[in-house]
């Protein structure tokens, strides 16, 4: 089966049935949040330990923050994705996802290996701009492909990759703790090498079928990205990009620096610190397989209820450590209400509207804007959350807070009706209404 049949079944769309190469390039679409959740997580657990070993500072340009700033997480993954979100809708899908990966693999490697700030800082940097520029290409590929009653299912399912990378990371820095750098050196070697096998499979990958079509009728001559800040594609961006930017300041805290915190602020060693966000990422999994990918797709009263209760899950994890100590049992409950209601409430929603709301030759590049926003905002974030954890989790958990408030809020009350509807139908309705 092409491409062109699998987004072309008539009947397929209608049930919302999956094929099994719609599946099959999920997975392989899917494993850029693998391999972007995975170098996150890695970092983070191996961040201590790099502080240790290489002499870093806890601030300054030499710092844990500013490392964390400039990678995949942060300043890194946005300059990769403002560029190759807009290559990806002036180029093709294809000759993205194809090649980047190769940049990744080495750029993993360099810290891997890293025996000084240098090599660790330029790796963590390439790694990230290699991440960014991958992210945004191969979700509209697979918002392109999917069936319209599937669309949110598959974009899920991407989120489940997003959370199985740091889970097998963490089990393995888990199982290799007693080596110590050792241990996370090896773990960026996995990712070395489950990155040349994913580029390898890639290449067996056509071109968005969607992508092609808009390209023989010429739009991208008229898809400039002037267009992006004007009328509902300006509403769209400004939604899309403010309830990611709140949430993913949460998230990405979560994901680098829990780790980092409870080693540094005495809730538990290392073994404790990676175990305990494993634990989270499962959560994620479940929560995602068995309650969003079944439901997200039915209605928009549907997406809007799990938003709801996701949000508020969200809400309650962070503000516990405002009443709580810092300690496993409250660790653990953070864990699981944040891992449940980032599922119903998070990074897969906006996958999923950021494919919905804006016409195929502009849907990478305002995924890139978007994307890259927030990671630029998480990246100034980060450079000052190793600062903030010295004085305790007090005024980090009340930011944390406020920040899952106002993207809550907006999800919630500004949430436009798109599921189970084609990409020409959201499209044309959202023209239609201009």
């Known amino acids: 089966m092409t491409m062109h049949q699998a987004t072309q079944d008539s009947s397929a769309e209608a049930e919302g049935t999956v094929?099994?190469?719609?599946?099959?390039?999920?997975?392989?679409?899917?494993?850029?949040?693998?391999?972007?959740?995975?170098?996150?997580?890695?970092?983070?657990?191996?961040?201590?330990?790099?502080?240790?070993?290489?002499?870093?500072?806890?601030?300054?340009?030499?710092?844990?923050g500013a490392l964390a700033a400039i990678g995949p997480n942060a300043i890194g993954a946005a300059v990769g994705a403002f560029i190759g979100g807009r290559l990806g809708d002036k180029l093709g899908r294809k000759r993205i996802y194809q090649w980047d990966l190769l940049i990744y693999a080495a750029a993993i490697l360099c810290i891997a290996l890293a025996v000084n700030p240098a090599m660790l800082f330029i790796g963590t940097f390439v790694v990230g701009v290699a991440v960014g520029a991958d992210v945004p290409t191969s979700l509209a590929l697979v918002g392109e492909f999917s069936p319209a009653r599937a669309r949110g299912k598959l974009l899920g399912f991407t989120q489940v990759a997003w959370n199985i990378g740091p889970m097998i990371v963490l089990l393995l820095a888990l199982a290799l703790s007693p080596l110590d750098l050792l241990g996370i050196r090896i773990v960026f070697l996995h990712l070395f090498v489950v990155a040349l096998i994913t580029w390898a499979l890639r290449r067996g990958m056509t071109e968005s079928a969607v992508w092609k079509a808009a390209a023989s009728k010429g739009a991208a001559a008229t898809a400039g990205v002037r267009e992006l800040f004007r009328g509902p594609h300006l509403k769209a961006l400004l939604w899309?990009?403010?309830?990611?930017?709140?949430?993913?300041?949460a998230a990405g805290t979560a994901g680098l620096f829990t780790p980092y915190m409870v080693k540094n602020l005495g809730a538990g060693g290392q073994g404790t610190s990676v175990a305990l966000s494993c634990a989270g990422f499962g959560v994620g999994i479940?929560?995602?397989?068995?309650?969003?990918?079944?439901?997200?797709?039915?209605?928009?009263?549907?997406?809007?209820?799990?938003?709801?209760?996701g949000a508020v899950m969200q809400i309650i994890a962070y503000a516990l450590f405002l009443w709580f100590p810092f300690t496993v049992p409250t660790i653990l409950l953070n864990t699981?209400?944040?891992?449940?209601?980032?599922?119903?409430?998070?990074?897969?929603?906006?996958k999923t509207f950021s494919q919905e709301l804006?016409?195929?030759?502009?849907?990478g590049t305002a995924?890139?804007?978007t994307f890259g926003a927030a990671r630029t905002c998480l990246g100034v974030w980060s450079y000052f959350v190793p600062h903030l954890a010295d004085t305790g989790i007090t005024a980090i958990a009340a930011l944390l807070t406020a920040f899952l408030v106002i993207s809550g809020g907006l999800g919630y009350f500004f949430m436009p009706d798109t599921a189970g509807k084609s990409l020409d139908r959201i499209e044309a309705e959202r023209r239609a209404a201009a």
């Open 286 to 309: 479940a929560a995602t397989v068995l309650v969003f990918m079944p439901l997200t797709d039915r209605d928009h009263r549907t997406r809007r209820m799990l938003w709801a209760v």
């Open 336 to 350: 699981f209400l944040f891992g449940v209601g980032a599922s119903l409430a998070g990074e897969a929603v906006y």
């Open 19 to 64: 094929s099994r190469q719609q599946w099959k390039w999920s997975v392989l679409a899917g494993m850029a949040s693998y391999l972007d959740a995975g170098s996150i997580v890695a970092l983070g657990a191996g961040l201590a330990l790099f502080q240790d070993e290489l002499g870093l500072s806890d601030s300054g340009v030499t710092g844990v």
């Open 367 to 369: 995924q890139g804007f």
């Open 358 to 363: 804006f016409p195929t030759m502009l849907r």
């Open 240 to 249: 899309t990009g403010s309830f990611y930017l709140f949430w993913n300041l």
